[in-house]
């Protein structure tokens, strides 16, 4: 892998700035740093970004994002992205807590049987975004 501190300083001084100080900093914006995390991850799954994913999810990790809710983050995935972009992000989110000693698989999270999954998912996010996505 590329080390970009060695090969280009100048672009990771702008980044590591914009990440570190600009983002976390704006006045009035300020997440909680799980939830800052989960959107960074869940916004690299989105746009395929799986090297610059490899780099955040030990941070994301360190700053008290749950290994349940990385997983569960990616899990959902597979319904807006497909199976075919989530699995590599599955597997490098398992390589990565595997290598932390997380032992694997994770306790169930399951809240509905398959039977009454679909049922369930559209009650959720009807709460959500609203009724019209029953229909959906």
Same mark, same amino acid.
């Given at each position: ?26 006045? !009035?914006?300020?997440? =909680? ?6 959107? *960074? @991850? ?7 970004? +799986? ?32 199976? !075919?972009?989530?699995? =590599? ?6 390589? *990565? @807590? ?7 698989? +994770? ?30």
């Amino acid at each position: 892998m590329t080390n970009y501190h060695e090969t280009d300083p100048e672009f990771m001084k702008l980044i590591e700035h914009f990440i570190l100080e600009e983002v976390v900093k704006e006045p !009035g914006q300020k997440l =909680p740093e799980e939830t800052r995390y989960l959107a *960074i @991850l869940a916004t690299l799954l989105g746009c395929q970004g +799986l090297e610059v994913y490899k780099n955040i999810l030990p941070m994301a990790l360190d700053s008290g994002l749950s290994p349940v809710m990385v997983k569960e983050m990616v899990y959902q995935a597979v319904d807006y992205l497909g199976i !075919g972009r989530v699995m =590599p992000f599955l597997a490098v989110t398992n390589d *990565i @807590l595997t290598a932390r000693g997380v032992e694997l698989p +994770l306790p169930s999270q399951a809240q509905a049987a398959m039977e009454d999954r679909l049922q369930k998912g559209a009650e959720a996010q009807a709460q959500i975004f609203g009724e019209h996505m029953k229909e959906a």
